[in-house]
């Protein structure tokens, strides 16, 4: 009978172990204020009030590179300096434009190559 006690409390331990998990993010957007003169290891975010549909926004990822240089290939890159929105969520995109027998460069590790189709 002890020994089931024992189990049973055990348990309600544990159960209240696995419910203690990260919180929520404390904001769903941080977006980028690159006007600002403080610096910060990254860029510290804009006014939520002054935040606006232009913060999430590129016009661009849909064109065509020239693909008319040596590696008959273009790559179009976005990370939070074209989208202000991307602060601190790590994702970037990228448009890759490859010409018949074209190529790139691999010049990053194999955790780095994610992209968003
Ligand atoms: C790319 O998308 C923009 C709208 O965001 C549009 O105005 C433009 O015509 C598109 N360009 C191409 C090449 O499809
Ligand atoms: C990629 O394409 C853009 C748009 O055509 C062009 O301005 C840029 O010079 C190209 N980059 C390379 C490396 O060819």
Same mark, same amino acid.
């Given at each position: 009978?002890?020994?089931?006690m024992?189990? *049973?409390?055990?348990? %309600?331990? +544990?159960?209240l172990?696995v419910? +203690?998990?990260?919180?929520?993010s404390?904001q769903?957007?941080c977006v +980028?204020d ?6 910060v290891?990254g860029? *510290?975010?804009k006014?939520?009030?002054? *935040? ?14 020239n @693909? ?5 290939s273009?790559?179009?890159? *976005?990370?939070v300096?074209?989208? %202000? ?8 995109l %990228?448009?890759?434009?490859? %010409?018949?027998?074209?190529? @790139? ?13």
């Amino acid at each position: 009978m002890a020994s089931t006690m024992l189990i *049973v409390v055990l348990l %309600a331990i +544990a159960s209240l172990l696995v419910l +203690a998990s990260d919180p929520g993010s404390l904001q769903d957007f941080c977006v +980028a204020d690159k006007a600002s003169p403080v610096l910060v290891n990254g860029f *510290v975010y804009k006014n939520p009030m002054d *935040v606006n549909a232009g913060d999430f926004f590129f016009s661009g990822l849909n064109k065509t590179g020239n @693909t008319n240089n040596r590696l008959g290939s273009n790559v179009t890159t *976005v990370d939070v300096n074209k989208i %202000a929105g991307l602060n601190t969520l790590g994702i970037s995109l %990228a448009h890759i434009d490859f %010409a018949f027998t074209g190529s @790139t460069h691999h010049t990053h590790t194999p955790e780095q190559r994610r992209y968003l189709r």
